[in-house]
């Protein structure tokens, strides 16, 4: 797996709403931080259609279930 590094783009998973009025959704987000010692936690600054927030110690999920973490984006399917 590549190592984040600050600058780099990736995708958030939000959390969505316990009452489901808004479903979990990726969302791009610019690295801020890199935590030290471990590759798997990130600061980020995610963008939304709303604003910005900016967050810290995000952990990764390779797969991109579970909301309040980071992947890398899914690569383009080529015809």
Same mark, same amino acid.
């Given at each position: %797996?590549?190592?984040? +590094?600050? $600058?780099?783009? @990736?995708? =958030?998973?939000?959390? &969505?709403?316990? /009452? &489901?009025?808004?479903?979990?959704?990726? *969302?791009a987000a610019? @690295? +801020?931080? !890199? @935590?030290r010692g471990?590759?798997?936690?990130? $600061?980020? !600054?995610?963008?939304?259609?709303? /604003? %910005?927030?900016?967050? *810290?110690?995000?952990?990764?999920?390779?797969? $991109?279930? =579970? /909301? $309040? +973490?980071?992947?890398?984006?899914?690569? !383009?399917?080529?015809?």
């Amino acid at each position: %797996m590549p190592q984040p +590094t600050i $600058g780099r783009i @990736v995708h =958030y998973r939000s959390h &969505g709403t316990p /009452g &489901g009025e808004y479903q979990p959704q990726c *969302r791009a987000a610019i @690295v +801020t931080e !890199a @935590v030290r010692g471990d590759s798997e936690l990130i $600061g980020l !600054a995610v963008l939304n259609p709303e /604003g %910005m927030f900016f967050n *810290r110690y995000i952990p990764h999920d390779q797969h $991109g279930e =579970y /909301g $309040g +973490t980071w992947h890398w984006p899914e690569r !383009a399917k080529e015809h």
